[in-house]
């Protein structure tokens, strides 16, 4: 919430209470076919005490934040979100549905409609909201295995059949020490038996100190060849206020220290060339490299200046508007791997449908894109920020084999 104004806290807040009045206003539609009086009023009272409860609690908040415990901070934050939204969209879905039934009503006769019209309504209230709570409570940890094979002719023949596990967007600060529910994705990893392990950013949601206690967890990831990672935009601790550069420097320091205390090496701006006998391909590995207002901190051409020569290069890059701008049709880098859109943590998903709110800013935002033989693949994430769930886009782990096209 710091992030938001007082003033847009206000607005959030307003439309929350405008949106409860009607849904109240619509309640009583429902609450007339009881016939008991105190069940009536019980349902009344505790309507507007948690709604009126949710929005004290929320301006308390956002006037103590700076007073509040950082880890404490970030914990109700996120609890906040999750309360909010699964307050919010039910009512909101609520209203809209029993609005249109009412105004519109065609389909039922008089008497029907007394009945079967808030029914419906009541329904498409509890549907979202028991959907919304699934994915707070369920699928967050519901890991996905996405399997994906990329072909391409300049990959070198030792190299065929090579495996690579994909993570991104941790957000280790989010399970708030947890250790346990990331416990079966680390087996779920090593089961994959992968030649190397990527991470592609994000980490943290702002500082060190989210990682205390996860380097035994972390250690017991297994790559054959080698582990690498990135940095995304939550890593570099812009989202914070602190006290000195010096502090802001720190923390950013810890966060490094922690990849190379799991055996991760961090490509900052640079390349790695691995070998099989006489075979070789690229590991590229640039800073975060966004549109505005995000920093650009990523340098794609000193990152490859090493190994232009090498014929099949992987270039791991945060946020995937970075291909479109900097790699397709200006590099002959064949992979890309990213991260950065969560798939909004929401989405539609059917077979190899797929739809989220999040391709209206981002043109590529999960899965695999080709552009001639250039290819992108846009990681959904392992973790969470802000909304504490997933609806229709669980937690992702990805494994890409690659393959020599012949």
Known sequence: MKSFSFF???????????????????LQSITQLIDSSLLKTSINVLFWVFTLGLVTSIIVLKVTLDDINPIRKQMLISKFYGLTVSSFIPKLIFVLIISILYFTNYLFSEGESLIIVPIIGLISGFLPFFVIVNGIFKAVYKFKVYHHTIKSKVLPNLFDGFKIVQLSDLHLGSFNYRYQKLESAIKIINDLKPDYIVITGDLVNNYGWELRGWEDLFKKLIAKKG???IL???????????????????????????????????????SEIVSEKNDQIAIIGVENWGKSPLKQ??????????????????????????????VIDKTDITLTLAGHTHGMQAAFQYKNSQWSPIKYKF???????KHNQQYLYVNRGLGWLGFPGRIGMRPEITIIELQTKH
């Open 297 to 326: 901190y990523g340098d794609l051409q000193k990152a490859i200046e090493s190994v232009k020569s090498i014929p099949f290069k992987i270039l791991l890059s945060h946020d995937p508007t970075h291909w479109a701008e900097e």
């Open 232 to 270: 995304g935009n939550h890593d570099y601790g812009d989202y914070s206020k602190w006290n000195s550069k010096e502090d802001k420097k720190e923390n950013f320091e810890s966060i490094k220290q922690f990849y190379k205390a799991i055996d991760f090496k961090l490509l900052i701006n640079e």
């Open 363 to 369: 043109k590529h935002w999960a899965g695999l894109y």
């Open 227 to 229: 582990k690498y990672a």
């Open 8 to 26: 847009t806290i206000i607005l959030l807040c307003t439309l929350i209470l405008l949106i409860d009045f009607l849904a109240f206003y619509w």
